[in-house]
């Protein structure tokens, strides 16, 4: 199983980044799917999820209504649409996949991870 997330980089306050995560060797549209996030010196927190049909969306307080999940079965990829991004949003990003079909907020439910790819946001 391959998890490879892309789209990180450096922008400013206020700016935008599109996360992709291209998902192989499991069946993809059968799996809930998370993104998460770490700081340095921090643990890793959930940020969004997402179920097996894209039917059901999570994300936490901390980006919602600035960051949105979604998925393309067809390209086996999760997406994770950042905007206004904040100096507090900075750190690697992970993408996951779920022992179940549907996204969860909890680390322990995901078994499959990706590299993660770097966000940062500069004041």
């Known amino acids: 199983v391959q998890l490879q997330a892309s789209g990180g980089g450096l922008v400013q306050a206020g700016g935008s980044l599109r996360l992709s995560c291209a998902a192989s060797?499991?069946?993809?549209?059968?799996?809930?799917m998370g993104w998460f996030r770490q700081a340095p010196g921090k643990e890793r927190e959930f940020v969004a999820a997402?179920?097996?049909?894209?039917?059901?969306?999570s994300v936490a307080d901390s980006v919602k209504g600035r960051f949105t999940i979604s998925r393309d079965n067809a390209k086996n990829t999760v997406y994770l649409q950042m905007i206004s991004l904040k100096p507090e949003d900075t750190g690697v990003y992970y993408c996951?996949?779920?022992?179940?079909?549907?996204?969860?907020?909890?680390?322990?439910?995901?078994?499959?991870w990706g590299q993660g790819t770097q966000v940062t946001v500069s004041s």
């Open positions: 996951a996949a779920s022992i179940t079909g549907w996204g969860t907020t909890r680390l322990s439910e995901y078994n499959y």
């Open positions: 997402i179920s097996w049909s894209g039917g059901f969306t």
């Open positions: 060797g499991l069946t993809f549209s059968t799996k809930g």
